[in-house]
């Protein structure tokens, strides 16, 4: 049977198993009282029954459709031929492919020997068994569930407490998913970047000064042995980080500076709602500006002053990437600004002091660490943002600090990498996952800097 | 004593009246540099805007040349008394080119003939065998037949490239503009609203392509998204608020949550290309993974804007409801949540529209194929509008420029009503 049918008759078995249990908690209290005599309303009941009919059975079923893929190859792959057995792991996969295409009806047998048709009848046979059986012992355990559950009800039983207690668990592991992600992040990410650094030492890829991942993906190819330094990347991403940082921060600044201290109400209520569509707008976007408006422009703008620019120049993505973050720095700095109190700016007018003398000597020197904090944040923002940078710089990894040259960064080298075709055993395809690492983890110190900061200059002012 | 002190006090005064008028001047200076700062903002916006719109709007005209056809069953290449699947497979393609010689009989190099026919875009004879399945009685007759342009024609009769420019460094050629100026002159151009491109999918031919697929495949996505993101995201919020001890496990479930809204749209995708894709075996290319990956990068700000709204609602509320005997459990989803549900659902949909912006994880899981069919499930392959632009972007010919800036037209429209949206609950919330 279809997954989707197996799990639309357990939920009917969950609906029948509220109405049971619904029904047995009137039964139960028949001489005592009615539902009077219940410790719970009868709906509560019914929810334990639902919930116990529904929780171990949904569980089976998980671990089944997990499990089924591998469980059924490791049973075809222990009847292969005994000269396939001795195949190496990737033969061996091939093999088996074969076989299920074939048995799913995607390609005809002309391609296979007699022992993979044998298997493949053999292989729909198991299929079909194992979804027979997956419906069996999903409904099974369903039903043994509800029973169990509809056996315990008495007057007595604190069936509402028994719901909640159950509820309160999965809000629990709800919210416990952040860590799971987190978790599977690293490991996913740092299990393969292990496989990639046991291809390439990890000193030649941190501190390797030339990056160009083509290698030859068949041992027979003729191709460059393909080199994977990181530094051209880290200084490429580092320079169209500081342009875009040139833009958003005096740009961001200035106009929290502006709206906070000097702007009327009516003024800042009308501005600052139109500043952050710049924040709504798609990446992709930004990206397709860059690459078609603002590269060419700034081109031509080079060349009629005689300067060389590349059409895909650091300077065009780093600029566009810095209006993106411009409402960034602005909404940070204006929190921060706000959080400055009011005594410090009275006392300085007080003394005679201009506005802008006030703002220059007293607020942003008060504000200092936050705002130190909020640009940390922009930076990790520019940092990890692909799609401007992988529509709009280049491809090819150059070491140079000249933003009118095109480099490339760590976000487009990963893009360029998993798009198309993978290979999982090709340093070039975990290379893709190595840079992730990297990546992760400095926005994450990034992040964890700036927080701790942008929190003990809040925590000075409270 | 008393006169040196006035004396000495007359000189500082004097040494400020002094720097007063430079003060001041700095003063209006700085001032000056904030509303440049929020002015430079405008510009970038206002100038980010327009470029989309001056580019995007063409596109949703489509010019249509009309030419006398001539659907004989010679020229279609059909026997007398053709079947459904005979018309279906006639040679309309050669009827079109036949019909355009006979408009311009002096025509006759191989070369001139070629760009005669890419006046016409290649779809035409698709449309003119629609045209004929539909309507039976044109066969045997010549009949005056509007015909979808070339995008490259329609980019000359929409004025986007004049004759003016040098022939080599445009796609229509010099022959062509003759042809067409007569054209126009004769009354045989004509433009139309473009409704293919919202009724199909992705194509190699920019007058032929759409955004259907893409629309349907981000419907798909968000569904997914919303499905697992907002129930998830609530109970996340509804825990930490209402139930949470206060202890490391809840320290660390926090610090996760805001660390997770800060990690790279990207490095989701890696997640989700290693663990759903390469683990767990899900098809590539579908909603069903765009949808998870999407969710997880937009749980945390769900979560975020959820626990904010439950925190504001008054606790009165809640000593209330625990007055009367009612559980915590009851006491949040009878009496707590319902109160919160406007901010709960502003936070959602403003979570909904970045997932629909995002694009950059999608591209980690393979949804950038080239799709023509509508998607009918969440596991069918698909791709979503903002990938859509991506591989329209990429593409060279000026008829994709415009789709791209027009599909961004679209999209900036959905993005549009949503926060419309989410700010019109904001309002009524805060009424009560």
Known sequence: METMTVFLVLILLTVISFFMGRKRSHTVTVGLGGARSLHSLPKHYGYMAALWALLPALLVLVIWLVAENSILASMIVAEMPAQVQLLSENQQGLYFNQIVSFARGATDASMLDEAQIQAATHYQALVASSSNMKALLVSLVAVVGALLALQRIRPALRARNHVEGILKWFLFSCSFLAVITTLGIVLSVLFEAIRFFHAIPIMDFLFGLEWSPQMAIRADQVAASGSFGFVPLFVGTMLISTVAMFIAVPVGLMSAIYLSEYATRRFRSITKPVLEILAGVPTVVYGFFAALTVAPFIRGLGESIGLHVASESALAAGLVMGIMIIPFVMSLSDDIINAVPDTLREASLGMGATMSETIRHVLLPAALPGIVGGILLAVSRAIGETMIVVMAAGLSAKLTINPLEAVTTITVQIVTLLVGDQEFDNPKTLAAFALGLVLFFVTLLLNVIALYVVRKYREQYE | ?432
């Open chain 2, 1 to 432: 004593m008393n006169n040196m002190s006035n004396q000495h006090s007359s000189k500082t005064t004097a040494a400020i009246r002094a720097s007063l008028k430079k003060r001041y001047r700095r003063e209006r200076r700085f001032r000056w540099y904030g509303r440049l700062a929020v002015l430079t903002g405008f510009v970038f916006l206002f100038i980010l805007l327009a470029d989309i719109i001056s580019k995007g709007t063409p596109a949703f005209t489509q010019h249509y040349i009309q030419v006398s056809v001539n659907l004989d069953a010679a020229s279609l290449d059909l026997p007398s008394d053709p079947s459904r699947e005979q018309l279906y497979s006639a040679d309309y393609l050669g009827a079109i080119k036949s019909s355009l010689r006979a408009m311009f009989p002096e025509v006759t190099g191989r070369k001139e003939k070629r760009l005669l026919y890419r006046l016409v875009s290649v779809g035409a004879e698709y449309d003119l065998r629609d045209m004929v399945l539909e309507n039976p009685e044109l066969l045997g007759h010549t009949s005056e037949i509007w015909l979808r342009a070339h995008a490259e024609a329609g980019s000359y009769l929409k004025g986007q490239v004049g004759s003016d420019s040098l022939e080599a460094d445009r796609k229509v050629k010099d022959l062509q503009i003759v042809w067409l100026d007569q054209l126009e002159a004769e009354g045989r151009t004509e433009s139309r609203f473009n409704t293919t491109f919202f009724t199909q999918g992705d194509s190699r031919e920019p007058e032929m392509a759409g955004i259907r697929v893409a629309l349907y495949g981000s419907f798909f996505t968000l569904l997914v998204t919303f499905a697992i993101a907002f129930p998830i995201g609530v109970s996340a919020a509804v825990y930490l608020e209402e139930f949470a001890p206060r202890n490391r496990l809840t320290d660390l479930i926090e610090i996760n949550i805001n660390n997770l809204a800060a990690v790279p749209s990207i490095v989701f995708g890696l997640l989700g290309l290693a663990v759903f894709i390469n683990f767990f075996e899900l098809p590539r290319s579908a909603p069903l993974v765009g949808g998870i990956v999407l969710s997880l990068m937009t749980l945390p700000t769900i979560i975020i804007t959820s626990r904010a709204s439950i925190q504001a609602v008054s606790p009165s509320i809640r000593q209330a409801a625990l007055g009367v005997g009612a559980s915590k459990l009851q006491t949040v989803l009878h009496h707590v949540l319902p109160v919160a549900m406007p901010g709960i659902l502003t936070g959602s949909i403003i979570g909904m529209a970045q997932a629909l912006g995002e694009s950059a994880p999608l591209l980690m899981i393979g949804m950038v194929a080239f799709i023509m069919d509508v998607p009918h499930g969440v596991t069918d392959p698909a791709t979503v509008l903002p990938v859509q632009i991506f591989l329209w972007a990429d593409s060279p010919e000026r008829g994709f420029t415009e789709k791209t800036s027009a599909a961004i037209m679209v999209l900036m429209g959905f993005l549009i009503l949503m926060n419309a949206l989410a700010v019109y609950l904001r309002k009524r919330f805060e009424l009560k």
